[in-house]
């Protein structure tokens, strides 16, 4: 289906063209034209799907159809700073050729930031992305003017809910108004998610998009090895694999800055993500990598959801995610719109039974790859007699419990 055919306002398709957008994604065949009815909706879809534009251009759409100056006509509570941010670039494109105005609110930013913020809030901005942390900051001081909002979108619910913003959410509904449209994206629909849409919704439309699994299109690997051998041979696959740009995720912060390290010490030109960064040096990050001067980014999962870039044709998981869902989100990084991805997983000897796990909730074995004759011999895989030794391990890092 071709965005053509969702008759939006001219302005909106404008913006549509000029991103290069042609065909609807699944998700955004589904999604937008209940929102277009104006009906709530609950939605949940694999990273990956254009979950992002099936939201924004039908509400961008509304908006327009029902200008009202001097207002926040639509509201979009994300969990984190990164998706923020995110969201927010994907209006000022979408947008371009039309008179919305925007802004993203988000903790960590400097003190001029805050006025800005506050200034929107007071005045109105037609569409305000934020995290749940700052927006309260904000509502506690009192002027904040929600009165004439149209649209209240959740998205990363599950998320947002894991990291404990229940009540921070409680408390924004109870400033917005009753007669709204509401909008509720999650990657999961665990029954926390499920009792919240019956709070907040009306009669949605419930749609979901084959979650849990990772698009066909990504190539998957693994490769089994001891701790010793990780080190060179992810520097063999980055020399060996061509990709425009490349994401490695590692578990915890400080597992980052020593591979980052090391890799710089191996000559690769490369750039490290994780919390203890500051928010403006986390951002020139990001676009130093979405531009393609930093080709090679080494991350932990704070940026596993929420960040579009097409251009990420290959990711390295270092170790063995927590789960499924974390699982498909890192390796849903690659293999965006319509192009091909790589997706490589180094598994040591204690990751062995964890990725054994997501094998059986993803339905499917992951190919086995050969590791280079170089790097010597390597362990059998057998995940369901691994448990995990608990002992420091040779070379490579150590698997301390870092906070990320």
Same mark, same amino acid.
């Given at each position: 289906?071709?965005?053509?055919?969702?008759?939006?306002?001219?302005?909106?398709?404008?913006?549509?063209?000029?991103?290069?957008?042609?065909?609807?994604?699944?998700?955004?065949?589904?999604?937008?034209?209940?929102?277009?009815? *104006?009906?709530?909706?609950? =939605?949940?879809?694999?990273?990956?799907?254009?979950?992002? =534009?099936?939201?924004?251009?039908?509400?961008?759409?509304? $908006?327009?159809?029902?200008?009202?100056?001097?207002?926040?006509? =639509? $509201?979009?509570?994300?969990?984190?700073?990164?998706?923020?941010?995110?969201?927010?670039?994907?209006?000022?494109?979408?947008?371009?050729?039309?008179?919305?105005? &925007?802004?993203?609110?988000?903790?960590?930013?400097?003190?001029?930031?805050?006025?800005?913020?506050?200034?929107?809030?007071?005045?109105?901005?037609?569409?305000?992305?934020?995290?749940?942390?700052?927006?309260?900051?904000?509502?506690?001081?009192?002027?904040?003017?929600?009165?004439?909002?149209?649209?209240?979108?959740?998205?990363?619910?599950?998320?947002?809910?894991?990291?404990?913003?229940?009540?921070?959410?409680?408390?924004?509904?109870?400033?917005?108004?009753?007669?709204?449209?509401?909008?509720?994206?999650?990657?999961?629909?665990?029954?926390?998610?499920? =009792?919240?849409?019956?709070?907040?919704?009306?009669?949605?439309?419930?749609?979901?998009?084959?979650?849990?699994?990772?698009?066909?299109?990504?190539?998957?690997?693994?490769?089994?090895?001891?701790? &010793?051998?990780?080190?060179?041979?992810?520097?063999?696959?980055?020399?060996?694999?061509?990709?425009?740009?490349?994401?490695?995720?590692?578990?915890?912060?400080?597992?980052?800055?020593?591979?980052?390290?090391?890799?710089?010490?191996?000559?690769?030109?490369?750039?490290?993500?994780? &919390?203890?960064?500051?928010?403006?040096?986390?951002?020139?990050?990001?676009?130093?990598?979405?531009?393609?001067?930093?080709?090679?980014?080494?991350?932990?999962?704070?940026?596993?959801?929420?960040?579009?870039?097409?251009?990420?044709?290959?990711?390295?998981?270092?170790?063995?995610?927590?789960?499924?869902?974390?699982?498909?989100?890192?390796?849903?990084?690659?293999?965006?719109?319509?192009?091909?991805?790589?997706?490589?997983?180094?598994?040591?000897?204690?990751?062995?039974?964890?990725?054994?796990?997501?094998?059986?909730?993803?339905?499917?074995?992951?190919?086995?790859?050969?590791?280079?004759?170089?790097?010597?011999?390597?362990?059998?895989?057998?995940?369901?007699?691994?448990?995990?030794?608990?002992?420091?391990?040779? *070379?490579?890092?150590?698997?301390?419990?870092?906070?990320?």
């Amino acid at each position: 289906m071709r965005f053509t055919e969702f008759n939006f306002l001219p302005a909106v398709l404008e913006g549509i063209e000029a991103s290069n957008y042609e065909t609807a994604t699944p998700v955004q065949e589904q999604v937008i034209p209940p929102i277009l009815q *104006g009906r709530d909706v609950i =939605a949940s879809a694999q990273t990956g799907t254009g979950k992002t =534009a099936a939201f924004l251009l039908p509400v961008m759409n509304q $908006l327009l159809k029902n200008y009202k100056d001097g207002t926040v006509g =639509a $509201l979009i509570v994300v969990p984190t700073r990164e998706l923020a941010i995110q969201i927010a670039q994907h209006i000022e494109g979408l947008s371009y050729f039309t008179n919305l105005s &925007s802004i993203a609110i988000y903790g960590g930013s400097d003190a001029q930031n805050f006025v800005a913020e506050k200034k929107a809030l007071q005045m109105g901005a037609d569409i305000i992305v934020c995290t749940p942390g700052r927006l309260i900051a904000h509502l506690n001081m009192g002027y904040v003017n929600f009165k004439e909002m149209q649209f209240l979108v959740l998205d990363e619910a599950d998320r947002m809910l894991d990291m404990g913003f229940q009540e921070d959410l409680n408390k924004i509904l109870t400033h917005i108004p009753a007669t709204r449209q509401t909008l509720l994206f999650s990657a999961t629909m665990p029954e926390k998610i499920r =009792a919240l849409a019956r709070k907040i919704l009306r009669d949605p439309a419930e749609i979901n998009i084959a979650i849990s699994k990772p698009p066909e299109k990504i190539v998957q690997k693994a490769f089994v090895v001891y701790e &010793s051998q990780k080190m060179p041979l992810i520097s063999h696959l980055l020399r060996a694999t061509p990709y425009k740009n490349a994401v490695v995720f590692c578990s915890r912060k400080q597992t980052v800055k020593e591979l980052t390290r090391n890799l710089k010490r191996a000559g690769f030109t490369i750039e490290e993500i994780h &919390s203890d960064l500051e928010q403006a040096v986390r951002e020139n990050v990001l676009g130093a990598f979405a531009s393609g001067r930093v080709p090679l980014l080494v991350a932990t999962d704070i940026i596993s959801r929420g960040i579009d870039i097409d251009t990420i044709d290959l990711v390295i998981n270092w170790d063995v995610p927590g789960d499924g869902e974390d699982y498909v989100h890192r390796i849903g990084r690659t293999a965006r719109a319509e192009a091909d991805g790589t997706a490589y997983t180094l598994i040591s000897e204690d990751d062995q039974r964890k990725f054994g796990e997501i094998e059986t909730l993803l339905e499917k074995e992951i190919e086995k790859a050969s590791v280079p004759a170089e790097l010597g011999p390597t362990p059998l895989y057998e995940p369901k007699k691994r448990t995990g030794s608990g002992k420091p391990k040779r *070379g490579g890092f150590q698997q301390r419990k870092f906070r990320r």
